[in-house]
């Protein structure tokens, strides 16, 4: 089931992701998480996000992660491989968390 949230037709679909990951981790990969990765609005990135998200999906075969905290780390290695800096990647990647004052005071202060 291929979904169509976007005119691009690089939407990742829930078979792919699956396809990629260790037998005992399918069970994991939730129309969310698919979701989650074809609502990023910009089309370039979201081919980079994919890209990265299929080809690294053997770090979740060590079963450390938790799915969701995967895609969250895929997505913020992908911003930095465009070239974003860190805080940017983060901030995009968590844009929840970055608005928290305890964080925007560590990067005041010089500590992040």
Known sequence: ME??????????????LQGCVPKKFRHNV????VQFVNATEDDDFREA????LLGFADVIGTGKFKMQDYVNAVKFVSYKLLGD?????YAKTFPDRYQRPAFLLRIT???W
Not at 30 to 33: G, K, P, Q, R, Y
Not at 49 to 52: I, M, R, V
């Open 30 to 33: 939730t129309e969310d998480i």
């Open 109 to 111: 202060e010089g500590n």
């Open 3 to 16: 979904l169509t949230t976007t005119n691009n037709t690089d939407v990742l679909t829930k078979e792919q």
């Open 85 to 89: 800096p860190n805080t940017i990647a």
């Open 49 to 52: 996000f994919k890209a990265n």
